[in-house]
């Protein structure tokens, strides 16, 4: 577990528990009333800023502080017909267990009969991989930061038995500083202690490892291996394994066969990482170990890790942003859709009024942990 019991915490009002996630989590049918703590009604919809296969992401303004979020909306039918709710239970906690300056925070959280609701920090720096789709490719030092940023979110992650295993340049967030936070937990494994396995077949198919590919069980490397293709990726322009005519059987078999050829513009530092952490066998792999393994890498020998995880080192890049409300780092593709949300089915058949049990949060941060 991840929070621990204290004899010395403040007693939690008997009142505000229903507000707090616990470890049980669940589908219930019964006629639970919906929480009239935090509703949709307290926000207001300003823009789309993102979307997924289960719902669309907003900025929103909560209408009482006026201080905006991310709202992520997911359909609860889809959801439960694509046998998916396990994964958004797995969002859900991770969301509230980790405070971590690289990882996007959970404000609030609620539904609806027919939604879920996540409110999170908006970030309108944009994603990495807009800034890299715009700019081709990022230099060395840029990619350092990234990566060292990136690479203490895992280490969290993994310290407290969490394997990310969706790390993709659409799933790094830019602030308005220039730091980075990891979003979208869907795809996450909790409970995995040490190196110990799990099996199940998940992720963006072109930043796979070996071994989730083989489907026989992987753990906390596999993130090891997205970081050498995000690292790959950030100083080409280029995912070795996104290749246009090849479909997605083929795809697999090249990450299983191929050799990764360096480019010309890689110094020394990066191919010995990026190779070190592209090693197919897992227990070979550049940080299989510990994360220790990486961070005394020569790639990383400038950076200061202590003022890196306290924000003290400037990054290399701020994005362009006039004001709280700039969207010009969002995709145009988002915010040109109309402002709404779908309305709402009340004679679904299929749901009938299906309660998430424990979902609705309420951030009390006299309760959160802080995990370095």
Known sequence: M????????????????????????????SADHYSNEINKQDFKILKVIGR?????????????????????????????????????????????????????????????PQKLYFIMDFLNGGELFYHLKR???????????????????????????IIYRDLKPENVLLDSEGHIKLTDFGLSKQGVIGNRNTYTFCGTPEYLA??????????????????????????SGINPFKVRNKNKFEKLQMILEDSIDMQPQF???????????LTKKPKDRLGYNGSDEIKEHPFFSGVDWNK???????????????????????????????AQE???????????DVKFENFTYVQESNLNTSFN
């Not at 700019?135 to 060292?148: D, K, L």
């Not at 110094?267 to 952490?277: N, T, V």
Request: hydrophobic residues 35%; contains cysteine; charged residues 30%.
């Open 2 to 29: 991840v929070k621990k019991n204290d004899q010395n915490a403040p007693e939690v009002d008997q009142s505000k528990k229903s507000l707090l996630a616990t470890d049980k989590y669940g589908l219930n049918n």
């Open 52 to 112: 997924g296969s289960f719902g669309k992401v907003y900025l929103v303004q909560k209408k009482d502080t006026e201080k905006l979020y991310a709202m992520k909306t997911l359909k609860k039918d889809v959801t439960i017909q694509s046998s998916t709710y396990q994964s958004t239970k797995a969002e859900r906690e991770i969301l509230e267990k980790i405070n971590h300056p690289f990882i996007v925070k959970l404000h609030f959280a609620f539904q609806t």
């Open 135 to 161: 700019e081709g490719r990022f230099t060395e030092q840029r990619t350092v930061f990234y990566a060292a940023e990136i690479l203490l979110a895992l280490e969290c992650l993994h310290k407290n038995g």
């Open 210 to 235: 070996p071994e989730i590919v083989k489907g026989k069980g992987h753990n906390k490397a596999v993130d090891w291996w997205s970081l050498g293709l995000m690292i790959y990726e950030m100083l």
């Open 267 to 277: 110094s020394e530092d990066a191919c010995s990482l990026i190779q070190g952490l």
């Open 308 to 338: 890196m995880l306290r924000k003290v080192i400037e990054p290399p890049y701020k994005p362009r942003i006039q004001g709280d409300y700039d969207l010009s780092n969002i995709d145009r593709v988002f915010t040109r859709e109309p």
């Open 342 to 352: 779908t309305p709402e089915e009340y004679n679904n058949k299929y749901l009938k």
